[in-house]
């Protein structure tokens, strides 16, 4: 009986010890989906280089180049093709990962 009750406590422990580990810079690892909320202090353009399968060659889309202040001090670039987004200096974003690919969206 003191047996199965010491196995249960020493279980009962490693589970609680398990479950209460935090991260204090999640935003740094990547999980299914994480948010990162920032500013964008400066703007490239570039040219991404992109194999084109159906024609066996590379394809150059452009690009952008965002640097972001997180609002945990952090600075963070990410390099995205232009799409329907239109970026300004100053503008509150949110970086979106998910599946350890990110990408830049305007903050509502």
Same mark, same amino acid.
């Given at each position: 009986?003191?047996?199965?009750?010491?196995? *249960?406590?020493?279980?009962? *422990? *490693? *589970?609680?010890?398990?479950?209460?580990?935090?991260?204090?810079?999640?935003?740094?690892?990547?999980?299914?989906?994480?948010?990162?909320?920032?500013?964008?202090?400066?703007?490239?353009?570039?040219?991404?280089?992109?194999?084109?399968?159906?024609?066996?060659?590379?394809?150059?889309?452009?690009?952008?180049?965002?640097?972001?202040?997180?609002?945990?001090?952090?600075?963070?670039?990410?390099?995205?093709?232009?799409?329907?987004?239109?970026?300004?200096?100053?503008?509150?974003?949110?970086?979106?990962?998910?599946?350890?690919?990110?990408?830049?969206?305007?903050?509502?």
């Amino acid at each position: 009986m003191i047996i199965k009750y010491k196995r *249960f406590l020493l279980i009962s *422990f *490693f *589970f609680i010890i398990s479950s209460c580990t935090t991260n204090p810079r999640k935003d740094l690892n990547y999980s299914n989906q994480d948010l990162i909320i920032g500013t964008i202090v400066d703007i490239t353009n570039v040219m991404i280089e992109r194999d084109s399968i159906s024609e066996n060659a590379i394809e150059l889309i452009e690009g952008v180049e965002l640097l972001i202040q997180t609002n945990e001090g952090d600075s963070i670039s990410i390099i995205q093709k232009n799409d329907q987004y239109s970026f300004m200096l100053g503008d509150k974003v949110v970086i979106q990962k998910i599946n350890k690919q990110s990408k830049v969206i305007p903050s509502e």
